[in-house]
């Protein structure tokens, strides 16, 4: 019922800017935060940003600065806007809704987007 498409992905140089967006479909409520993981070859998934129904933002400490997440409350999207990045930032990323009552949560995911940085 629920589907993330994410949009955006490729191949860049080092120094260059991506930007990746979130498109969502089916009944979606209770939302508690949007936000953008990502996992690179032989390593763990990680997040990478997120914002919360309040409009918090939370970064991963190496992309502050260079990245930034926003939304759209009303199509319920949400991007990335990706700049200077580096070869480290290769990784499949994927989107994630989290929605959730006082008791339960539950996670949404896209089926990921691949960013090749090369150098």
């Known amino acids: 019922q629920v589907q993330l498409v994410e949009s955006g992905g490729g191949l860049v140089q080092a120094g260059g800017s991506l930007r990746l967006s979130c498109a969502t479909s089916g009944s979606i409520f209770s939302i508690n935060a949007m936000g953008w993981y990502r996992r690179a070859p032989g390593k763990q998934r990680e997040l990478v940003a997120a914002?919360?129904?309040?409009?918090?933002?939370n970064y991963a400490d190496s992309v502050k600065g260079r990245f930034t997440i926003s939304r759209d409350n009303a199509k319920i999207t949400v991007s990335l806007q990706m700049n200077s990045l580096k070869p480290e930032d290769t990784a499949v990323y994927y989107c994630?809704?989290?929605?959730?009552?006082?008791?339960?949560?539950?996670?949404?995911w896209g089926q990921g987007t691949q960013v090749t940085v090369s150098s």
């Open positions: 994630n809704i989290r929605v959730g009552y006082a008791n339960w949560y539950n996670d949404y």
């Open positions: 914002i919360t129904n309040t409009g918090n933002t």
